[in-house]
T-cell receptor, first 111, second 113 residues
Framework: QQKVQQSPESLIVPEGGMASLNCTSSDRNVDYFWWYRQHSGKSPKMLMSIFSNGEKEEGRFTVHLNKASLHTSLHIRDSQPSDSALYLCAASNTNTGKLTFGDGTVLTVKP | EAGVTQSPRYAVLQEGQAVSFWCDPI?????LYWYQQPRDQGPQLLVYFRDEAVIDNSQLPSDRFSAVRPKGTNSTLKIQSAKQGDTATYLC???????????FGPGTRLLVL
């Protein structure tokens, strides 16, 4: 069973709109969450990470974490066509550093 | 600063053939990871090293896959007898101290016919 579940599988938003992506881990040993972005034909690149309850904002990107439910979400405001990509969520335990990835959300931003 | 480099970028094999992938991590990174990413899925960890030691290879199909990092720098992943189910992109990543951000190389796209 997949330990990191992401939803939705795919998402279409208009240019300038808000995209909201979700991720939940079923492994209670994790304590760090990562969001990576992977453009088609490219390798994953880290967008944001979070380990404390609450919210973290960087530019147009905001990440939320609820440690009790092991749920994180990524919100992209003022979405641009260049944001179209596969968004991967990963969870890790700081003792091991191992990342477990979900299967991602494919975001398409329509001009 | 140079990123993670991998070679070859592409490989096409017949079933039963062998192939090796090579990875050069970011200078100074002590932890190196190999992932397999099938089409339309997330990366799945195969094996990772801290310096030259294997830390976890539990997801490596040991009968056909092997990985080494003899001097704690570059690494090689080898598939002895490829199967069609091995078709995927093989990604190498590195990090500092194993707890920091993992930086990925460009990957090797493998097609097994």
């Amino acid at each position: 069973q997949q330990k990191v579940q992401q939803s939705p599988e795919s998402l279409i938003v208009p240019e300038g709109g808000m995209a909201s992506l979700n991720c939940t881990s079923s492994d209670r040993n994790v304590d760090y969450f990562w969001w990576y972005r992977q453009h088609s034909g490219k390798s994953p690149k880290m967008l944001m990470s979070i380990f404390s309850n609450g919210e973290k904002e960087e530019g147009r990107f905001t990440v939320h974490l609820n440690k009790a439910s092991l749920h994180t979400s990524l919100h992209i405001r003022d979405s641009q066509p260049s944001d179209s990509a596969l968004y991967l969520c990963a969870a890790s335990n700081t003792n091991t550093g191992k990342l477990t990835f979900g299967d991602g959300t494919v975001l398409t931003v329509k001009p | 600063e140079a990123g993670v480099t991998q070679s070859p970028r592409y490989a096409v094999l017949q079933e039963g053939q062998a192939v090796s992938f090579w990875c050069d991590p970011i200078s100074g990174h002590d932890t190196l990871y190999w992932y397999q990413q099938p089409r339309d899925q997330g990366p799945q960890l195969l094996v990772y090293f801290r310096d030259e030691a294997v830390i976890d290879n539990s997801q490596l199909p040991s009968d056909r896959f092997s990985a080494v990092r003899p001097k704690g720098t570059n690494s090689t992943l080898k598939i002895q007898s490829a199967k069609q189910g091995d078709t995927a992109t093989y990604l190498c990543a590195s990090s500092n101290r194993g707890r920091d951000t993992q930086y990925f190389g460009p990957g090797t796209r493998l097609l097994v016919l």
